[in-house]
């Protein structure tokens, strides 16, 4: 029987020339997190997939995000009338106003199952204006 001899092996990124090609592999560069645009584009599709009011919470977040950042109302107006799928057209108010939902929502739900129930229960009941 003959003996195993012992492999050498060189481990090289992809920027990395190697002066012995038959001998190396050469591997990609090891990335702790994916690529900004791939993980954005992961979101953008698992936004396709939630629920409306998953959505409009995310929505409300990335509104304050964005005013956060220093992009101006009217900016985000824009953006979000643009992409309604409804074709609303949103003011800089409005959007203030969803940025004040975002930021009420970091405590605690702004309408609560119970008292939304008790609301419709009552507008059923004594009618009234919508």
């Given at each position: 029987m003959s003996q195993s001899q012992p492999i050498t092996v060189h481990i090289m990124s992809e920027d990395e020339e190697s002066?012995?090609?038959?001998?190396?592999?050469?591997?990609?560069?090891?990335?702790?997190?994916p690529k900004p645009r791939?993980?954005?584009?992961?979101?953008d599709h698992a936004d396709q997939i939630m629920t409306c009011g998953t959505r409009a919470g995310q929505t409300a977040v990335r509104v304050k995000k964005l005013l956060d950042a220093g992009v101006s109302p009217k900016t985000v107006a824009s953006h979000l009338s643009d992409n309604s799928s409804n074709g609303f057209k949103y003011s800089e108010d409005q959007v203030r106003g969803i940025e004040q939902v975002a930021i009420d929502s970091e405590k605690k739900v702004g309408v609560t199952k119970r008292a939304t129930t008790a609301l419709i229960n009552d507008q059923k009941k004594n009618g009234g204006n919508k």
């Amino acid at each position: 029987m003959s003996q195993s001899q012992p492999i050498t092996v060189h481990i090289m990124s992809e920027d990395e020339e190697s002066s012995t090609a038959n001998n190396v592999i050469p591997m990609p560069k090891a990335t702790k997190q994916p690529k900004p645009r791939l993980l954005d584009t992961f979101r953008d599709h698992a936004d396709q997939i939630m629920t409306c009011g998953t959505r409009a919470g995310q929505t409300a977040v990335r509104v304050k995000k964005l005013l956060d950042a220093g992009v101006s109302p009217k900016t985000v107006a824009s953006h979000l009338s643009d992409n309604s799928s409804n074709g609303f057209k949103y003011s800089e108010d409005q959007v203030r106003g969803i940025e004040q939902v975002a930021i009420d929502s970091e405590k605690k739900v702004g309408v609560t199952k119970r008292a939304t129930t008790a609301l419709i229960n009552d507008q059923k009941k004594n009618g009234g204006n919508k």
